[in-house]
């Protein structure tokens, strides 16, 4: 597997997310599923991006990672999970 990179700037609540794969193995990636996790683990489905992409979603106060999840098969549920990413903890503040 692996490791995927994934950026999160956040501006008045409003977080703009992008994962990038490996370059070497850069074309084995088509899209991520994102989530986003709060300090108390609980995950909240973001959306599907491409690489290189931007997410936009609005969110409320409080400490996060994101996480990119890439499979190497076009069925979510059966493919083999290629690529994993987390960003950084970040806060976000209203």
Do not use: N
């Not at 501006?11 to 997310?17: C, F, K, M, R």
């Not at 088509?30 to 991006?49: K, M, N, P, Y």
């Not at 409320?60 to 999840?69: D, Q």
């Amino acid at each position: 597997m692996s490791a995927l990179t994934v950026r999160v700037a956040v501006d008045s609540g409003v977080l703009s997310v992008t994962w990038a794969a490996p370059v070497d193995d850069a074309a084995t990636y088509a899209h991520a599923r994102i989530f986003l996790t709060g300090v108390d683990g609980e995950r909240d489905f973001l959306g599907v991006i491409a690489p290189g992409a931007t997410l936009t979603v609005d969110t409320v106060a409080g400490t996060y990672t994101a996480t990119a999840e890439s499979y190497s098969s076009g069925s979510w549920g059966g493919g083999r999970l290629s690529g994993l990413g987390r960003s950084a903890e970040f806060t976000v503040g209203k």
